[in-house]
């Protein structure tokens, strides 16, 4: 995709425009790899502006976590929160209004 710019035409970052992710899938007799429908853009490869925007702040705010060296459980209880809100926070689905 080079020579697109992904803002300009909101790709989404989990796909990255794809409408899939391969997944591995281990356990219960499926191990191996698999091709699940985008769960961020239900497959379309695109999102909205707010949507898309929430999954920039995330991946910065990922990036930064990791940066740091610290877990998601590390980075939560510094915050005052709990890892599931940061954790929905840092894949573009929280508000920031899931805290303790």
Not at 21 to 32: A, D, E, K
Not at 49 to 67: H, V
Not at 70 to 78: D, S, V, Y
Request: hydrophobic content about 30%; charged content about 30%.
């Amino acid at each position: 995709m080079s020579g697109v710019d992904p803002v300009e035409t909101r790709l989404c970052l989990f796909c990255e425009g794809l409408g899939w992710n391969n997944v591995h899938l281990y356990g219960w007799g499926m191990s191996g790899w698999r091709q699940v429908t985008c769960p961020a853009c239900d497959g379309k490869g695109e999102v909205d502006e707010p949507t898309r925007a929430r999954m920039e702040r995330g991946k910065l705010l990922r990036e930064d976590r990791k940066a740091r060296g610290l877990t998601l459980g590390q980075e939560a209880e510094r915050l005052g929160t709990t890892a599931a809100a940061l954790s929905k926070l840092e894949w573009g689905k929280g508000n920031g209004e899931d805290s303790r």
